[in-house]
């Protein structure tokens, strides 16, 4: 049995990574979404805590076995997933491919920090581009050519960086809602696969959730 811990959809980035991944593999799961930013008696920590010693969302529990077993990370949670659900195809079945999109993922994991930084997440809003540092032009340049890339060598199979959706897709997602958030211009290419990024299940049901907590005024 699965467990995911997120953060308030509309900002948590990190927790929407695993979310996709955990939906693309089919498998039931129960939710708890942990409110962020309220510091008032330390209350998003206290709350962070009781999962993980780490102290970050997402947090993935799995229950099998007669184990219980905690994954803190968004891109271990990925990966445990790819490896306990090999049907869901999480990974590209090509070597080659696959050790390619390891990279891509890898490079959102430890990058981009002035990208993350000005453009951050705002799920369900819109909001106006700001003045960009050079180093933020710099990390978004480099993002949509590595998906340019990507989709022009392997797009055709399914539309997705790696053809059929993958774990890299997952980690770029939150990247595709800030650049809708802030109308970041974009090559015809990406702009199709954006699309399709928003028009996955997975990704309606977050934005659904995120618009609630926008209009609860928790986010
Ligand atoms: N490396 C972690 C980073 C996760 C992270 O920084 N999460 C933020 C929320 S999106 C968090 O938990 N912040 C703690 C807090 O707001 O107190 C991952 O990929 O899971």
Request: aromatic content about 10%; some cysteine; hydrophobic content about 45%.
């Amino acid at each position: 049995m699965y467990t995911l811990i997120v953060g308030t959809k509309d900002w948590s980035s990190w927790s929407l990574r695993p979310y996709l991944a955990l939906s693309a593999t089919g498998q039931p799961f129960q939710e708890v979404v942990i409110r962020l930013r309220q510091s008032e008696d330390n209350a998003t920590q206290t709350a962070i805590r009781k999962y993980s010693p780490a102290g970050r969302v997402p947090v993935l529990k799995i229950e099998a076995g007669g184990k219980t077993v905690t994954v803190w990370d968004s891109l271990a949670i990925c990966e445990s997933l790819a490896e306990r659900h090999p049907e869901a195809g999480l990974w590209p079945d090509d070597w080659a491919a696959r050790a390619e999109a390891r990279a891509l993922a890898a490079e959102m994991h430890s990058g981009f920090p002035d990208l993350r930084d000005q453009l951050t997440m705002d799920f369900a809003r819109k909001r106006p581009l700001p003045a960009l540092g050079p180093k933020t032009e710099e990390q978004i340049a480099r993002v949509l050519s590595s998906w340019d890339d990507a989709l022009a060598a392997h797009g055709a199979g399914g539309g997705f960086l790696f053809g059929r959706f993958s774990i890299a897709d997952c980690m770029y997602a939150p990247v595709v809602s800030r650049f809708a958030t802030y109308g970041v211009p974009t090559s015809k290419a990406v702009a199709d696969y954006m699309a399709r990024i928003w028009a996955l299940p997975a990704m309606q049901a977050w934005g659904k959730a995120a618009q609630q907590e926008v209009d609860d005024g928790v986010a």
